[in-house]
C-alpha cells in the first residue's frame, strides 16, 4: 500500500562567508504562514553572527572591489540566471508567505529583471558619474568613484524577495560588500536567495544574509566601526534615529530609503548605486 | 649601417612541435546564404562567390553574392521590424535579447575562434583569446544601455535613428560586427550588415545564432558580398543610417555618395599611427609595444603602430632589441597556438605589402627582415622593418596595412609630435616614458583619437575608439559609440 | 653606485608573461623539455631538521631518479645546509652531481660580514662546488648599495673555484625596478648566477621576476661582461611551470642558456612532477604520485 510520501523539510540557516551555518546563539524564531499552513524555524541571528559576518565582508572587500567592472556584471547577469532557474520554488514561497499567485509571479520577473538592470549598470555607472575636471592650473585633474568597503543593509520589512534584492544590488554593483538582514516577518526568500548567489559563484564573503529581528540587530548593525555605510529601508523615526545616532560613532554614511526605492520602475536607477560610493579627485601635472 | 646578426641566438636545439588547434568540431557548410527577415535563402540571382583560407589556399565554402533585390529585401525587412516590433518592444526586453547574443557567443566561442582563424588567417590564440572574448564582451556592454538610454545624454532623450547599414572589414570579423550590431541594436535600431568579401563565415554562425536568440525577424539581416552589394547598401535610399569601417579612399566614396542626402553615417577608416619611444621609457616593455603594434594580427590594424619614433639616446638598443624580439616571432599555419603571425589575408593584400616593400625598396629605405621560413602555399609576409626612412617616405606617409614597420628617430619632443600630426591621417598614437607628467602632456597635443601610453592595441566596449581627420569620425564603444545610433530630443517645453 | 636605474613597468611584463604562456608545448617537444628540466633541478632540502640520514636519501634519489624508466638524466646538484656539504659529498661521489651549499647566515642574511665569509670559507674548503648567498636586504632597500655590493664581491673571492650565486629575494623585494636593481648589481659584482629566492618567503619565484632578470642578464651580456646564470627557487612543483620557465629562457636568451651550466630550478617536489609527466608522455596515461618515490 502506497501512503503519501514525507517530504524531507528544509533546514533554514544564516549566509555567512560562503556558508550556511546556524545561528552561534542556537536561537530561532517561529514562522508561520498566514493560512497556518506551514511552519518553519527560522535562524534568529545574533550580534556574534554580525560580527562574524562584517569580518567575512571585509575579508571580500579589497578583491570584490579589485575585479573588473565586466567580471563583476558577468557574476550578477549569472545570478539572474540561476535566479530565472528557481522561478518556481520562488513563487511557492511568496506564496507561503500571502503573496497571490499573480503578485508573486510579478515580484519574481520584477526580481530577476532588477538584477539584470543591475549587472547592466556594473561597468556604466563609472562612466556617467566620473569625470575629467578643467582645473584653472596645468594639471590633469580626474574623479573616480570608488566603493566605500563594507555595507550594512537594512532590508525593507515589507517585502520578502524584491524589496530585499532591490536593497542589496546596487550595493554590491557598486563593488561593496554587504552584510543584510531580511524582512523578519518574510524570510523564507532570504534563504533561497542566498542559495541562488552561491550557486551563482558569487564570492564567499560578498553578500552576507542574515535572518532575525530588527529590534535587537539594529543597534551592532549601526555601531560597528568596522562598517563603512548604512543602508536602512523603513520610516520608523525611532529607528532611524537610533541608527543615524549610532552611526556616528565612526561616520558611516547613512541612508535612509523608503517604498518609492524598492517598489516599482522608479526603484530601478544609477543613483542607487551612488549612496555607497566615494568619489576620489587626483591631480597630475601635465608637462615636458 | 648594416644590420648585424644578433647577439642572441634563437634558433634553438629545443624547438616547438606543432601545437594544432583541432578543427574537427568545426562543421562548416558547403554553402552559406543570405540571412534576411530571420530566414535563410540564396540570392534571387543564385550568385555565390567562395572564401579562402588564406593559409592553404583552400576553398572553405561559398556564400550567397547579394544583388539588388536581395538589398532591398533586406532593407524593406529591416524597416518593417523597425516599425512593428523592435522599436516598439520595451527597452528591458531589447536588452535582454542582446544579452543572449552575447552568452551564445561565449557558448560558441571554440567553434568561432576556428572559423575565423581559418577564414581570415589570423591566429587562433589571437581569435581565442582576444577576438571572440570582445565581441562578447561588446554585446553584455550594450545589451546593459538598452534601457538606461535617459541616462547616457543630459537633458536629452535619446530615440532610434531607424535602419541602419552597416559596413564591416576583414581584419576583426566577428569583432567588428559586433562594435557593429551591439550599439545599434541597443539604441533601438535595426539592420543590414555587409560582411567582408573575404571573411563572411563568422557572421554566418551569428546569424545563426540571432536567431537561435529568438530576435524578431528583420531586426538583423546579413547580406554577404563584395563591393557591389556594399555599394548598393550605402545608397539604398531607405537606409536612415551609414556605419563603415575601411580604406580611407572608399570612406571618402561614401561620404561624395551620400552628400546632400541627409543621412547620418559615421566612418572608421585608415591610420599610420606614431609610436613614440623616449629614453626614460622601460625599454624591455617597449620593445614588446612595439612587437604588439604592428606585427599583432600581422599588421592588419588600422591602428598599428606603424610609424616608430625612438628617441636617438636609445635608439641602438631598441632597434637591436626590436630585431632580436622580431627573431622569436612564429610566423605560420595561424590553427598552431604557437603562431604569433598568421596568414596575410589575401593574395590582393599581399602583393600590396609587396609592392610598397620594394617602394621603401627604391626611396632608399634600410629593410631588415626576421630570418623565419614561410610555408610554400598560402599568402604570408615576413616581420619587416625600414630604417633611414623619414617623413617624406612613401612608406612612412602611406598605410600598408601589413607587418611592415617604419623607424625614426627623433631628438627633442616638440621635434617629435610636430612630426607625429604630420600626416593626414589621426587614429590612434602610442606613447612610452616612465614620466607620468609627459604622458598627459604628450597625449594631449597628440591629434589622435585613441592614445595608449606605455601600452598598444588595448580594447575594451567601454572606451571610445574612433578617428581624427582622415582616419573617420564617429566613435565606436562607451557613451560616445551610442551617440552615432540615436537623435537626441530636448524635452518639451524648454 | 646604482648606475643607471632602468626602469620596469610592471603590467608590461605581465603581459609578456601571459604571452609566453600561452605557448602551447606539446609531443616530442614536451619530451625534450622535461627532460631538459630534470637535468636542470637543484635538489634541495633546506630544513632545520636535516640530518645526514635525510640527506643521503636526497643524494641517492639525485642519482636514481626513476629506475623504472631507463636513459633520464640526473639532476644538476643537491642543495644543502652548510653543515652537510661532507655527507653530500661522500654520497655524490663520482655521480656527476654537485655540491651546492647555502652559506652567509640563510636565510635572512642577518650577521656581520666576518662570520659569512668564515662560513664561506668552511663549505667550500668541505668541498662546496656551489655557494648560494643571500643579499642583505634591509641595506638594499634603505639605500645602502654599497655594502650590498661590497660583500657579494668579498663573498666571490672567498668563494675561491666555487661558483656563487646570488639569492635577491625578489619577494622582500617587492617591486620589479628593485628585482632589476639588485640584478644589476650582483652581476656587476660578481655573480656567477642570480637567484630569485629563498624559498623561505612568500612569494617566492615567480615567472615576472624571473623575466626581469633575464632582462638584466641581456643586458649585461649585451654591454660586454660575462654570461650569468640564473635560477628561480621556491614555488616551483609543477612540470608545467618549469615548462613555461624554459619558453621564457628560449625566447629571451636563447641557446646558450639552455644548459644547467647557466640555469637551474631550485626545487624539492618539481622532480617527481617533471618524471611523472615524462612517463605520461611515453604511455599516454596519467600517473600517480604513488609510483614515484619520495626520498
Given amino acids: 500500500m502506497m501512503g503519501k510520501r514525507l517530504d524531507v523539510r528544509k533546514t533554514h540557516k544564516l549566509f555567512i562567508g560562503g556558508r550556511f551555518p546556524r545561528s552561534e546563539s542556537g536561537r530561532t524564531f517561529r514562522w508561520e504562514a498566514p493560512d497556518r499552513a506551514a511552519t518553519a524555524n527560522i535562524c534568529r541571528a545574533s550580534r556574534k553572527d554580525f560580527r562574524d559576518a562584517v569580518t567575512e565582508a571585509r575579508g571580500a572587500s579589497a578583491s570584490w572591489a579589485g575585479r573588473t567592472a565586466y567580471n563583476r556584471a558577468q557574476i550578477l547577469y549569472r545570478c539572474a540566471e540561476i535566479l530565472e532557474g528557481r522561478r518556481a520554488q520562488f513563487r511557492e514561497e511568496l506564496r507561503a508567505q500571502g503573496t497571490s499567485a499573480a503578485a508573486a509571479r510579478k515580484e519574481v520577473a520584477s526580481a530577476i529583471d532588477l538584477l539584470i538592470y543591475y549587472a547592466g549598470w556594473a561597468d556604466k555607472y563609472g562612466q556617467l558619474f566620473s569625470r575629467v575636471n578643467p582645473v584653472a592650473a596645468p594639471y590633469f585633474n580626474f574623479t573616480v568613484l570608488e566603493a566605500t568597503g563594507v555595507v550594512a543593509v537594512v532590508a525593507p520589512s515589507e517585502s520578502g524577495l524584491l524589496g530585499l534584492l532591490a536593497a542589496l544590488a546596487p550595493v554590491i554593483t557598486g563593488g561593496n560588500t554587504c552584510v543584510a538582514l531580511a524582512a523578519q516577518d518574510y524570510p523564507l526568500c532570504a534563504v533561497s536567495l542566498a542559495e541562488t548567489l552561491h550557486t551563482a559563484d558569487l564570492p564567499a564573503g560578498v553578500v552576507n544574509l542574515l535572518t532575525g529581528f530588527r529590534a535587537e540587530l539594529l543597534e551592532p548593525f549601526a555601531t560597528h566601526m568596522d562598517v563603512n555605510a548604512l543602508v536602512y529601508f523603513g520610516d520608523d523615526r525611532a529607528e532611524i534615529a537610533q541608527a543615524e545616532s549610532c552611526a556616528a560613532e565612526n561616520v558611516k554614511r547613512v541612508t535612509v530609503c523608503g517604498r518609492a526605492e524598492w517598489e516599482g520602475t522608479p526603484a530601478l536607477n544609477p543613483y542607487a548605486i551612488l549612496r555607497t560610493q566615494e568619489t576620489k579627485t587626483t591631480w597630475h601635472p601635465i608637462r615636458f | 649601417m648594416p644590420a648585424k646578426k644578433p647577439a642572441l641566438d634563437f634558433d634553438t636545439e629545443w624547438s616547438y612541435s606543432p601545437a594544432p588547434q583541432s578543427s574537427a568540431d568545426v562543421k562548416l557548410r558547403e554553402r552559406y546564404k543570405l540571412f534576411i527577415d530571420g530566414e535563410f535563402r540564396p540570392a534571387e540571382s543564385g550568385d555565390y562567390i567562395e572564401s579562402i583560407n588564406p593559409a592553404t589556399e583552400e576553398t572553405l565554402a561559398q556564400v550567397s553574392e547579394a544583388g539588388a533585390a536581395d538589398v532591398d529585401r533586406a532593407v524593406a525587412a529591416a524597416r518593417e521590424a523597425y516599425t512593428r516590433s523592435w522599436s516598439r518592444m520595451p527597452t528591458a526586453e531589447r536588452g535582454k535579447f542582446i544579452f543572449r547574443i552575447a552568452r551564445m557567443i561565449q557558448e560558441r566561442a571554440r567553434e568561432l575562434a576556428v572559423m575565423e582563424s581559418m577564414d581570415g588567417g589570423k591566429p587562433i590564440r589571437e581569435a581565442r583569446d582576444i577576438d571572440i572574448p570582445l565581441a562578447a564582451a561588446h554585446f553584455f556592454y550594450y545589451a546593459g544601455w538598452a534601457d538606461k538610454l535617459d541616462y547616457a545624454f543630459p537633458g536629452r532623450s535619446a530615440q532610434p535613428l531607424g535602419v541602419a547599414a552597416q559596413i564591416i572589414p576583414w581584419n576583426f570579423p566577428l569583432l567588428m560586427a559586433a562594435w557593429k550590431l551591439a550599439p545599434a541594436l541597443a539604441a533601438g535600431n535595426t539592420l543590414v550588415l555587409k560582411p567582408a568579401e573575404t571573411t563572411p563565415l563568422t557572421a554566418m554562425v551569428l546569424a545563426e545564432i540571432v536567431r537561435e536568440a529568438g530576435l524578431p525577424p528583420g531586426v538583423v539581416n546579413i547580406v554577404t558580398g563584395g563591393g557591389k552589394t556594399g555599394r548598393l547598401l550605402v545608397r539604398h535610399p531607405d537606409v536612415d543610417k551609414i556605419a563603415f569601417t575601411g580604406s580611407t579612399a572608399v570612406g571618402k566614396e561614401i561620404m561624395r555618395a551620400l552628400a546632400g542626402s541627409g543621412k547620418r553615417y559615421t566612418l572608421e577608416l585608415g591610420g599610420k599611427a606614431a609610436n613614440i619611444i623616449f629614453a626614460d621609457a622601460a625599454i624591455d616593455q617597449a620593445v614588446e609595444g612595439i612587437i604588439t603594434a604592428i606585427f599583432y594580427n600581422q599588421g592588419h590594424v588600422c591602428c598599428a603602430g606603424s610609424r616608430l619614433f625612438v628617441q636617438e639616446s636609445v635608439a641602438a638598443e631598441v632597434i637591436e632589441k626590436l630585431r632580436e624580439r622580431m627573431e622569436t616571432l612564429i610566423v605560420g599555419d595561424p590553427l598552431d597556438k604557437n603562431t604569433d603571425v598568421g596568414a596575410i589575408n589575401s593574395r590582393d593584400q599581399l602583393e600590396r605589402i609587396h609592392a610598397y616593400v620594394e617602394i621603401g625598396k627604391q626611396e632608399g629605405g634600410e629593410v631588415y627582415q626576421s630570418s623565419c621560413s614561410l610555408p610554400e602555399k598560402g599568402f604570408w609576409h615576413v616581420p619587416t622593418l625600414f630604417s633611414n626612412v623619414s617623413q617624406s617616405h612613401r612608406v612612412v606617409q602611406e598605410e600598408i596595412f601589413g607587418p611592415v614597420l617604419a623607424v625614426q628617430t627623433f631628438r627633442t619632443v616638440d621635434e617629435v609630435i610636430a612630426k607625429a600630426n604630420n600626416t593626414p591621417y589621426g587614429l590612434s598614437g602610442g606613447v612610452w616614458t616612465d614620466k607620468g607628467a609627459k604622458i598627459f602632456k604628450v597625449t594631449r597635443d597628440i591629434r589622435a583619437g585613441v592614445i595608449w601610453a606605455n601600452t598598444f592595441n588595448k580594447f575594451d566596449p567601454g572606451s571610445p575608439f574612433g578617428g581624427y581627420k582622415e582616419s573617420g569620425m564617429g566613435r565606436e564603444g562607451g557613451i560616445e559609440g551610442l551617440l552615432p545610433y540615436v537623435r537626441l530630443r530636448a524635452p518639451r517645453g524648454r | ?295
Fill in chain 3, 1 to 295: 653606485m646604482l648606475t643607471s636605474t632602468r626602469t620596469v613597468d610592471q603590467i608590461g611584463v605581465q603581459e609578456r608573461v601571459a604571452r609566453l604562456r600561452a605557448r602551447s608545448i606539446k609531443k616530442e617537444s614536451k619530451v625534450q623539455a622535461l627532460t631538459l628540466a630534470l637535468s636542470m633541478i637543484d635538489l634541495t632540502t633546506l630544513e632545520g631538521r636535516d640530518s645526514p640520514g635525510k640527506v643521503r636519501q636526497l643524494c641517492y634519489k639525485a642519482i636514481h631518479l626513476h629506475e623504472r624508466f631507463p636513459g633520464l638524466p640526473h639532476v644538476a646538484a643537491v642543495c644543502v645546509y652548510a653543515p652537510m656539504i661532507k655527507v653530500a659529498k661522500k654520497a655524490l661521489r663520482g655521480s656527476g652531481v654537485k655540491v651546492a651549499a647555502v652559506a652567509t647566515a640563510f636565510p635572512s642574511g642577518m650577521a656581520d660580514l666576518e662570520t659569512k665569509l668564515a662560513e664561506v670559507v668552511r663549505a667550500v674548503q668541505d668541498g662546496a662546488d656551489e655557494v648560494d648567498m643571500v643579499i642583505s636586504r634591509g641595506r638594499f632597500l634603505s639605500g645602502d648599495y654599497d655594502y650590498v655590493s661590497d660583500e657579494i664581491a668579498r663573498v666571490k673571492q672567498a668563494c675561491g673555484q666555487a661558483h656563487l650565486k646570488v639569492i635577491l629575494e625578489t619577494g622582500e623585494l617587492v617591486t620589479l625596478d628593485n628585482v632589476r636593481a639588485a640584478s644589476d648589481l650582483a652581476m656587476a659584482s660578481g655573480a656567477d648566477f642570480i637567484k630569485t629566492s629563498t624559498g623561505k618567503v612568500q612569494p617566492a619565484a615567480t615567472p615576472e621576476v624571473t623575466l626581469v632578470m633575464m632582462q638584466a642578464i641581456r643586458d649585461f651580456h649585451r654591454e660586454g661582461g660575462k654570461r650569468v646564470g640564473l635560477k628561480p627557487a621556491g614555488g616551483i612543483s609543477k612540470a608545467k611551470q618549469a615548462i613555461q620557465y624554459l619558453v621564457m629562457l628560449r625566447e629571451t636568451l636563447g641557446q646558450a642558456w639552455l644548459t644547467p651550466d647557466l640555469f637551474r630550478f631550485g626545487a624539492s617536489s618539481l622532480a617527481n612532477d617533471v618524471l611523472m609527466q615524462i612517463v605520461k608522455q611515453s604511455t599516454g596515461m596519467y600517473q600517480s604520485p604513488g609510483y614515484f618515490s619520495i626520498d
